[in-house]
């Protein structure tokens, strides 16, 4: 085209401002720029700062749209399972053979032996993965599959020690913060809610020190930190408790907080002097487990104790090993040892993915609007393994961990389960490629009798579906989303386009089906209707503008800061815990009586350390870590982002020389559960013993079963933690060339 073509069309075009939300945590403005019904530029936000402005994925999307790959057309399986060999059917075949199945399944079998599976793929509010859920509830339930993969352990040790999972703050009070502690934290590539990385830079401007604990020398450490503390993954637990131990041994905690906002931490105390057991948890003794210096524990945890207010920020992969509740545990603990809960410029301490203060805590909307109780839930038993305040929908005996699913397929009632499992549903979620243990996953689909998928591409679970649905992308249907950033917002995602192809969207579906099922109560609403009443139910002043704009942003009179009304007036204010405190020690933890679930925080070596009898024949930590070109499995086939990153194993010096390994090398990944052939990259950015493959490529086994997309899941162990954590980085291996 030439310029003055461009420009025409620039002038001609119609501008029409839509909210990028493809789980990657940050919600940002996109603004297209449409004409005759064709995108042909996206541009973000460039109003005043801070502003929303969208990554290098959202600024992609055209591509994604566009995709020759996409999903178009209704189809039916016609090979094998798996095989990928599909039939064009019309759209009311589809939803016949859908309405079909699922009629003789709940006749037969009951509402459990349908396990349904949402996901993250888009977040939004109607067109998020629960109206499908609400169909599966109006016709009599369905198996609920439970635990954020991720920071399942996070909530866990949130619930246990404040009595709740909220505790987020506003990203700009990082700018009263006099020492930042960055911990497993990355938002340079993992965003963290729109504009994390923007206040770290300015925080850095303005001479605030930033340190990060982390295996891996990250672009976040390397862009804002002044100082690096490599670990190995899954031992944080035990540096935190070095770091209590240093500031308990020279009496650096803050007691009148402890005495007047906390109870155990006599307890505790107990177990870092070593009066409980025996071991004094010195930085020593963290050294050998963590492989962290024991001066740089030391001077870290004296600098903590005696910087205030400073924000120690947790990262949520920790919580994604095995026991990965014990590290949210301890840290809590330590911010409360230094009185930097409730105060400007310090941090709780909890998960530092926590959701925007312009997010659904405050603006409890879609829950409220599509979201029913599962029939099948109702008057089963508890979890015993779980903390009693934690939600009613989600602690029933007959729901599944996100980890278990393969075995209870393959299992069943004779494995223990609640039932035999028979239709597996999946809408807005990439199963089982995101799953722990694909190579099992696989297996159990055989045994399934249907597998619906909802799909915008032939990812590596649509492969497996007996019916696929092709979906339009956000830019082909209206919404709405709770924003995940700084300033707090809520985003309106405006319909850009007609949908392409054939394609309908989750929300459509579920009303078609319903109809065809005879529910005639399944929506009184259209979807414009749907949307007035759910923005009239949250702090949206007025919808049309808010369409408008495509973005409402909150503002308020300070950063928000969590716990401060309990830190501010204890007397008027408690924590929603049983004992109105901060709970170092736990009674709720003590009653479920199980070792491996401590009543005070502890360091539990995990399953599969370096220590472990396993390492022998892998002695390589695997990490699985979230890519810049990708947000999961989502977008692994746009030509624009594969240009930017290559899917590698990193592997450090150290242990590539002793195996001959140079860069760019083809090696081997492998342990008992999964092999994959993939490329090195060498590189002194992860510490020795540790490897990393990021997390979300697609699954493509070779004919030997060797998988050559680098689906990092075929290596991942399938057990979760006892409180509930997905321990995707918990998992030993071995390499070798290829
Ligand atoms: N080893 C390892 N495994 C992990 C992790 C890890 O760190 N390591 N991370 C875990 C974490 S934290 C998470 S949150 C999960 C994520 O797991 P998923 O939520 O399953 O991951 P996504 O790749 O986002 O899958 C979303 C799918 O939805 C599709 N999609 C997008 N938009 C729409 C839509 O509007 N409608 C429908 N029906 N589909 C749509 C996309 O094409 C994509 O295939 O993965 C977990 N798995
Ligand atoms: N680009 C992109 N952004 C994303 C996503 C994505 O897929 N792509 N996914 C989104 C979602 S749903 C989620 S849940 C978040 C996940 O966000 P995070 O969990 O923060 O992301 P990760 O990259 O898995 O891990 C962050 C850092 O933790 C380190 N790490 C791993 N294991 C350990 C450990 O045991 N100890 C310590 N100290 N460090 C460890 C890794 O080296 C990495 O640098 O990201 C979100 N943002
Ligand atoms: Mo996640």
Redesign the pocket.
Known sequence: MSIQDEKKLYSEAEVIPTTCN??CGGTCVLKAHVKDGKIYRLETDDTEEPQLRACLRGRAFRQRVYAPDRLQFPMKRAGARGEGKFEHISWDEALDIIARELKRVYETYGPLSILYRG????LSVL?S?QSIERLLNMLGGHTRIWA????EGGIAAALATYGTWFEAGSKEDLLNSRLIISWAWDPANTIGGTNSSWFLAQAREKGIKIISVDPRYTDSTATFASQWIPIRPGTDAAMLVAMAYVIIDRKLQDQDFLDTYTIGFEKFKEYVTGTEDGIPKTPAWAEAITGAPAASIEDLAVSYATTKPAALLCGI?PG?TAYGEQYHRVAITLAAMTGNIGIHGGNPAGRVWTGGIGGFPFVKVGGQVLGMPNPADKGTSRRKNYIKNYDEKAISEVQIHAADVADAILKGKSGGYPTDYKVLYT?????P????NINKAVEAMEKLEFIVV????M?P?AKFADILLP????FERNDVTAGYGTPAHHGFMNKVIEPLYESK??FEIAVALAARMGLSDFSNKTEEEWLRDIVGHSTVPDYDEFKKQGCYKIKFPEPYVAFKEQIEDPDKCTFPTPSGKIEIYSQQLADINDPLIPPIPKYIETWESKNDALAEKYPLQLI???FKR?????WETIPWLRELAEQVVSINPVDAGTRGINNGDEVLVYNDRGKMIIKARVTERIMPGVVDIP??AWYNPDEKGVDRGGS??VL?RDKSSPCGS?P??TCLVQIEKA
């Open positions: 493809t789980h996901g993250g793929g888009n067109n993965s954020y993969a991720s920071f992969a994604r809408v807005n979620a990439s199963y490629n995101q799953n722990l909802h799909e915008q591409f990812t679970g979906i339009s992308t956000l969207s989750n699985t870590t979230h990708r947000a999961h499995s989502q997390q979300g990092v899941n991942t997905f995707s980085n």
